[in-house]
């Protein structure tokens, strides 16, 4: 950062004091990011864990209101969302920030309805004339059944539903399982559902920073979502990504940019809703042309983890430019490497997970990068698992043959009892 000339004649030097809000394996990227910024800086996190607490210091918040009064009187210059939840917890971080006079990147909560609700997002895209699949709400399980025409179908509960809330059924049988728990059984609470037309193709995930109005599209990964080799298995929050310019021809990447991007970020101008931080489009590259299934107010996990290593540059510069309304895309670059993410995953995930199986060999991973995700010191101070996902190692190459081949190498060094894992990421189209 420049010096800052105070008073007459003395100068110091502006230390720029940054939050990042969240715990798993995106944040602990993000913060990396922020650590290696050139700028004098101080990096804070909350929740935070371990891992990131060897990078940032921790805040002194003991609940989300304690947070945002810790904001207020620290005076922080940045605050970045990486987590969804908070963005519409209470008043919502970005409205809360815009009220402290402190930069956010990451949108208000009005903007993230685009990601709480599907119906908002559907409604949104429908009014914007961007591409996605046909759709019918619904209130109660006799409509829901009654809007199911064909298998497979896609139904959807319209709220946040850490990742558990779609469910592509292929017979009626499945159908019926998942109406029970939403319309039933309330898994989720109160909220509609949305019965969607199947769509097939691959996915991809594309990032873009969005400053009301204006946008810059990040290099685009795709994630992997099922447990298990071949797309096989139940899904999962990701057990793994590649990301890489290579990943989509320059026609579809156009495409992408005309029909959904620009929609979008006039859409957003359109109704009212200013936008400022990533916000991740979800596709489906259909034969008819790319459509997209769902927003997110934020970045993917673990795409971030791919994605991250990528760039280059003045991370807090370019994230603090945004926030404060004028993006600087000129201050981050992305390698034209391939990236790859290998997540770990504990014993029974998803359906439950195994805590305190301790992590061996994380010291030896020598030329890849270690995010943790859900990982605890133990009262040895040894690294032990501690949620679902427990690290992601990630690692680069000129092609993605040789992404994959390092970032297998380094992985094969990390261990615990009962992991799990894939070993085709990179390999396959999903
Ligand atoms: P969503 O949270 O809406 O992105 O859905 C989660 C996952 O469900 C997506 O990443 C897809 O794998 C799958 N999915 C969602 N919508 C559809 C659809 N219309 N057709 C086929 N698969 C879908
Ligand atoms: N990787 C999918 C997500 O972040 O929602």
Redesign the pocket.
């Known amino acids: 950062m420049l010096p800052r000339q105070l008073g007459t004649a003395r100068y110091i030097v502006d230390m720029t004091k940054v939050l990042v809000v969240g715990k798993g394996g995106r944040e602990h990227a993000l913060i990396r990011a922020c650590v290696d910024s050139p700028c004098e800086k101080e990096v804070f996190a909350w929740p935070g864990s371990d891992a990131i607490f060897e990078l940032a210091k921790p805040t002194p918040a003991g609940s989300f209101d304690e947070l945002l009064a810790w904001i207020e009187a620290k005076n922080v210059d940045l605050v970045v969302a990486g987590e969804e939840a908070w963005l519409v917890s209470g008043e919502g971080l970005a409205n809360a920030c815009e009220r402290f006079g402190v930069p956010c990147w990451g949108p208000k909560k009005e903007a993230a309805q685009l990601e709480a609700s ?1 119906e908002f997002a559907k409604e949104f895209m429908l009014r914007h004339n961007v591409p996605t ?1 046909g759709y019918a709400a619904v209130e109660n399980i006799d409509d829901a059944r009654a809007a199911i025409t064909s298998y497979p179908c ?1 139904l ?1 509960f319209d709220g946040l539903a850490a990742g558990k809330g ?1 469910a ?1 059924c292929t017979n009626e049988a499945d159908a019926e399982a998942f109406l029970q728990e939403v319309f039933i059984a309330k898994r989720f609470g109160e909220g509609r559902v949305l019965v ?4 097939a193709g691959p ?1 991809v995930s594309i990032f873009v920073s969005v400053v009301e109005g204006t946008y810059h599209i990040l290099t685009p990964a795709r994630d992997y ?1 099922r447990l298990k080799d071949g797309d096989d298995g139940p899904n999962t929050g990701g057990m793994g990504a590649v990301a890489g310019r290579g990943l989509l021809d320059a026609d579809t990447l156009a495409v992408i940019e005309e029909t959904a991007v620009k929609r979008t970020v006039e859409g957003l101008e359109k109704d009212g809703l200013p936008y400022r931080g990533f916000l991740y489009f ?1 596709f ?1 590259l259909t034969d008819d042309g790319p459509k997209l ?2 927003y997110n107010c934020r970045f993917g996990d673990p795409e971030c983890q791919a994605v991250m290593p990528l760039l280059s540059g003045d991370f807090i510069g370019y994230v603090k430019s945004g926030a404060e309304g004028e993006l600087d895309e000129s201050l981050i670059e992305f390698s034209s490497d391939w990236s790859v993410c290998l997540v770990l995953a504990s014993a029974g995930y998803p359906e439950s997970s195994r805590n305190g199986d301790v992590i061996r060999g994380l010291d030896d991973v020598s030329s890849g990068r270690v995010y943790h995700a859900g990982t605890k010191k133990n009262e040895a101070g040894e690294f032990a698992t501690n949620g679902g996902r427990i690290l992601a190692v990630v690692a680069q190459g000129e092609s993605r043959e040789s992404a994959v081949a390092k970032a297998y190498g380094e992985f094969a060094k990390v261990d615990f009892d009962g992991a799990q894992r894939r070993s085709d990421v990179g390999t396959c189209n999903f």
């Not at 969607?196 to 769509?199: I, M, N, Y």
């Open positions: 599907k699949a896609v959807k779609v592509v969607e037309d199947f769509l996915e979502k979800g489906m299934l769902e």
